[in-house]
């Protein structure tokens, strides 16, 4: 497995009240494949037992969801960076990564 630095300052996070049963496998899938281990999840229900859970209301709009990651989960993100994992995310290729993300206030694909 290659060496990855930095990857203490990453937080991956989940925000999800919909899926729970999907994003708790997005999560696993993920984790399994990057050696990312903090794990924020924001739900109206406990994603995966182990990761730091924030209950948060209902959230039903895409707006809303937007809103949410911009003005509300990053009080609960104690690391330098956060990795937003949506349920249908995947890593396809960990070999991929690269300390320069880190340089990024955002990347998107």
């Not at 999800?16 to 229900?45: C, G, M, W, Y």
């Not at 009080?75 to 249908?88: Q, R, S």
Request: net charge negative; with cysteine.
């Amino acid at each position: 497995m290659k060496y990855y630095e930095h990857l203490d300052d990453v937080t991956v996070v989940v925000v999800e009240t919909k899926n729970h049963t999907l994003a708790a496998q997005a999560i696993k899938d993920f984790t399994a494949r990057f050696p990312i281990r903090r794990v924020t999840t924001f739900s109206d229900q406990v994603i995966l037992p182990g990761a730091r859970h924030v209950p948060i209301r209902n959230i039903t709009e895409t707006e809303d969801l937007l809103d949410f990651s911009m003005k509300c989960m990053w009080p609960f993100v104690e690391t330098t960076h956060a990795l937003i994992l949506p349920w249908d995310s995947m890593v396809l290729n960990p070999d991929l990564w690269t300390n320069d993300f880190l340089e990024y206030d955002h990347i998107s694909v």
